[in-house]
């Protein structure tokens, strides 16, 4: 029972403070910040579900993060609640992922991940000669009622929370067993009664579906939408690497992840173009080398340095009995 | 439109079709040997583009002839990248998620490294030869598009023969097929593993350096033609040479054809990549060396 308490307590505490930040008197550069780090905290989380526990990586998330966005947009100008217009977002991510995984979780090796490539390519390029969203101009939003950016603040922070519970829910349960199995060893688990493919399809279907709402809540709140920004495959290798800086497959590394990415993409974009490319490639390559498990990985080694002078407990090595020596090695896609 | 019409988009598709091997060569020996979806194949190629560029214009030295140097430059600079990075990885028989990930920050640093270097403005080489052209009948034959298709069919041939008749190239087919009885008969899988990386690199510079030639480049040159080559390779069943020949003429032969349809425009070239590849992945998913080992064993 303690232990439990110690465990919900933390994740409550820091929504508390979170949802008690704006009434402080947030800068609403502060609040911009916080809201942008949220919306890619919601996409990293929905990455990991495919990428994480899965193990099938995406370069083409920028795909539902657009589809969502552009979705929402057009409810919302057709006059719709922005909620079912978020949902309506999160529908259209959803059968767009049906498009790209229905042909390529068939196949064995890297089919996956060369569609996922192709796809921003493909869409990027049809959004830009679409008629009725604008084509290539760009698409407004224009939405009933004044702005205000706390309400945006609250809608994103609400949903990461949703997302997070998602994910641990979708972690302790059945399904993140068997997608976690499924990456581990397909043909074991295929043995063992676990569908790979239905599985992988749905597990790339929620992802999709939480990245179309982080699309649509940007949307909202950028009120303007140009393809070559929403469908870029840059966005994509964004929401790529908060779960693999945080921490892949893990539940809390996106959120980590996404806290470093949304500084980086919000603070040093402005200043500095192309070096955060850069800075990402670098810190990709050292992340795999070297700590495959990413910031979520080096907290445990932390702490398992401090834990082993009180005699070590073992529940930090647990992962390693599980999982063999990290998550990432020699796995099969 | 009467038949005679269609030779001329048919010679410009095949001409295509000598580059487009060429640049997706070097991608199916790295796959076929380690395994690995080399996402830095587009760097490399952008690296290529570049170093002609310079060669040419710093010292005057023909971009073709460029392009030759490319290859020892590149295939050090290849082995080199295994040594330091690729060698650590895992090894599988499956292509794993870090090797992947690797390969891709090291695109990431290549393209941005070249940001720093080179900027973002698009960059061409324009040489004596680059807009003159010979007109034979119907066909318009443009003299550039004639010695870059040369240049890559000599070096493809050249592959060949290399993985045809020297024990290096044994080896390589060997791993390709089975690589833990290729162990067992004294193929050392490092080695082997390391020349596969510097010559899928040599190659991936050779046709950029060459691809230079037609296309105006930037530092995000590489990734039209990732998209193509993975296209090519999927269309070959990943593995096999000769299949990505007929992989490179079938996507040459959709790119060149879909523009006459009326409607469909230029800028719609990665959509109807992707569209090719959804499709080869719904009817043949091993692509045109599955189809053709009922018949006769394609390695």
Not at chain 1, 12 to 19: F, I, K, R, S
Not at chain 1, 144 to 170: D, P
Not at chain 1, 264 to 284: A, C, D, R, S, T
Request: aromatic residues 12%; positive net charge; proline residues 4%.
């Amino acid at each position: 029972m303690k232990d439990r308490i110690l465990k919900i307590a933390p994740p409550l505490l820091l929504l508390a403070v979170l949802l008690a930040l704006p009434a402080a008197g947030l800068s609403p550069n502060l609040v911009r910040l916080f809201f942008i780090t949220f919306v890619f905290m919601i996409t990293g989380i929905g990455w990991n579900l495919v990428g994480g526990f899965a193990g099938q990586v995406s370069f083409g998330f920028a795909v539902f993060y657009g589809l969502g966005a552009y979705a929402t947009a057009l409810m919302i100008n057709a006059g719709s609640n922005p909620f079912i217009a978020l949902l309506a977002g999160a529908g259209a991510a959803m059968v767009a992922s049906f498009l790209v995984g229905l042909p390529t979780f068939r196949l064995r090796g890297p089919y996956f991940v060369i569609a996922t490539i192709g796809v921003t390519e493909a869409v990027r390029v049809m959004m830009s000669n679409m008629g009725f969203t604008g084509g290539a101009s760009g698409y407004r939003v224009t939405e009933h009622g004044e702005f205000r950016q706390v309400e945006h603040y609250y809608t994103a922070l609400v949903a990461v929370a949703i997302a997070l519970s998602i994910s641990m829910l979708i972690s302790k349960s059945r399904f993140g067993l068997a997608l976690r199995a499924i990456k581990q060893d397909q043909d074991a688990a295929a043995d063992l009664g676990v569908n790979p493919y239905t599985f992988k399809l749905w597990a790339h279907a929620i992802a999709a579906a939480l990245t179309g709402v982080a699309g649509g809540i940007y949307a909202r709140y950028a009120i303007f939408l140009d393809p070559g920004d929403v469908f870029a495959f840059q966005k994509g290798i964004s929401i790529l690497l908060i779960p693999v800086i945080g921490g892949i497959g893990t539940v809390w590394g996106p959120i980590l992840g996404g806290l470093v990415v949304g500084i980086v993409e919000e603070q040093l974009v402005v200043k500095f173009p192309n070096i955060h490319l850069l800075l990402y490639g670098i810190l990709l390559i050292l992340i795999i080398l070297f700590e495959p498990d990413g910031i979520v990985g080096l907290l445990r080694k932390l702490s398992n340095l401090f834990r082993r002078n009180r005699g070590n407990s073992g529940s930090g090595s647990a992962d390693k009995v599980l999982w063999g020596r990290s998550r990432l090695e020699g796995r099969e896609l | 439109m009467n038949l005679v019409d269609y030779l001329d988009p048919l010679v410009a598709a095949l001409m295509l079709a000598g580059i487009y091997a060429a640049m997706s060569v070097g991608m199916t020996i790295i796959y076929g040997v380690m395994k690995i979806v080399n996402l830095a194949h587009a760097g490399f190629m952008m690296m290529g583009a570049y170093f002609a560029y310079e060669l040419f214009e710093r010292f005057h030295i023909d971009p073709v002839l460029g392009a030759v140097i490319a290859l020892p430059v590149f295939f050090c600079f290849g082995v080199g990248v295994h040594w330091l990075l690729v060698r650590w990885l895992p090894k599988s028989d499956q292509p794993t998620l870090s090797s992947l990930l690797l390969m891709f920050g090291f695109w990431l640093v290549l393209q941005n490294v070249a940001y720093l270097i080179w900027q973002t403005e698009d960059r061409s080489i324009n040489t004596s030869y680059t807009v003159s052209s010979t007109v034979i009948g119907p066909i318009t034959l443009s003299h550039v598009r004639a010695i870059v298709f040369v240049a890559a069919v000599i070096s493809v041939a050249a592959l060949q023969m290399l993985l045809r008749r020297s024990w290096f190239g044994r080896s390589v087919r060997a791993m390709i097929q089975n690589p833990f009885a290729a162990q067992i008969y004294g193929v050392n899988e490092r080695k082997t593993a390391m020349f596969t990386f510097g010559l899928g690199t040599a190659f991936a510079g050779f046709a950029g350096a060459l691809l230079a030639l037609l296309y105006p480049f930037s530092p995000d040159f590489g990734r039209q033609f990732l998209l193509r080559s993975f296209v090519i390779i999927v269309l070959g069943g990943l593995e096999s040479f000769s299949g990505v020949a007929i992989g490179a003429l079938i996507l040459a032969l959709v790119e060149t054809f879909s523009i006459l349809i009326p409607g469909v425009e230029a800028s719609y070239q990665p959509a109807i990549s992707f569209a090719l590849l959804v499709v080869v992945l719904l009817l043949l998913p091993r692509g045109i060396a599955g189809l053709l080992e009922k018949k006769w064993r394609v390695a």
